[in-house]
């Protein structure tokens, strides 16, 4: 069970790393895959920042699993998910493309394998 929660955090983390240094790298080539709107590099490589810090959260989870944490980054990954949704699909600021739509089914695919199997981690295992 372990062995399969650390897969889905790395796929995460890979995901997020991929994200995350395109952003911070590439600001305004990554830019033009997210958003429709006006370019802000600051903006832009701050969400790139906020990506890698995400990482940093997953790789932590892979070497200690615990519920709490696994919860939290399901729960978080779920969030983001959703107000990716909105902004492709609702609002249509956030352009929906092959790689934008590849990256949501991948965290939403990992969020909830996390949620489910995750849980069924012990409340705390070393």
């Known amino acids: 069970m372990k062995t399969r929660v650390r897969i889905a955090l790395a796929l995460a983390s890979i995901l997020f790393l991929a994200w ?3 952003l911070v790298f590439y600001p305004e080539a990554s830019h033009k895959l997210i958003s429709r709107g006006a370019y802000d590099s600051v903006t832009v490589r701050m969400l790139g920042g906020s990506f890698l810090g995400w990482v940093v959260i997953c790789l932590v989870a892979i070497y ?3 519920q709490e944490i696994i919860r939290a980054i ?4 779920l969030i983001i998910s959703i107000v990716t949704i909105v902004l492709m699909f609702v609002i249509h600021s956030m352009p929906v493309q092959d ?10 695919g990992s ?3 996390l949620l489910v199997f995750g849980s069924q981690l012990g409340r705390r295992t070393q």
């Open 64 to 66: 200690t699993p615990g």
């Open 74 to 77: 399901s729960l978080a990954t």
């Open 99 to 108: 790689t934008t739509v590849i990256s949501l089914v991948v965290a939403i």
């Open 20 to 22: 995350g240094l395109g």
């Open 111 to 113: 969020a909830i394998y």
